[in-house]
């Protein structure tokens, strides 16, 4: 199993930019789809972005042409490239790990998550 530590939230504008990285300790780091996704208060934990272990990708319909997900196995880490930030992108952001995961959607197919990183987007 995976051990995962989010990193790279702060405030920013609206309009901004951030990298979240997920740095992955433990073994076969590249067996694992790694997924991104959000909490914002009072609301449901939601997909952003997967990365499987084979590098295939998808996104979430509000996040495409926005967000960019890529991984370096050799550092055991994944990005989430996010640009144009929205106020409502404000939520703390969590990666989670899923072995031989094809990058699903739904967030009780990880088995590990991370403690989160929160992202503020003042308007």
């Known amino acids: 199993q995976v051990q995962l530590v989010e990193s790279g939230g702060r405030l920013v504008q609206a309009g901004g930019s951030l990298k979240l990285s997920c740095a992955a300790s433990?073994?076969?780091?590249?067996?694992?789809?790694i997924g991104w996704f959000r909490q914002a208060p009072g609301k449901e934990r939601e997909f952003q972005a997967a990365i499987s272990w084979s590098a295939q990708t998808s996104y979430t319909d509000s996040v495409k042409g926005r967000f960019t997900i890529s991984r370096d196995n050799v550092k055991k880490i994944v990005y989430l490239q996010m640009n144009s930030l929205k106020p409502e992108d404000t939520a703390v952001y969590y990666c989670?790990?899923?072995?031989w995961g094809e990058g699903r959607r739904i967030a009780a197919d990880y088995e590990s998550w991370g403690q989160g990183t929160q992202v503020t987007v003042s308007s």
């Open positions: 989670a790990a899923d072995l």
């Open positions: 433990g073994r076969s780091f590249s067996n694992y789809a």
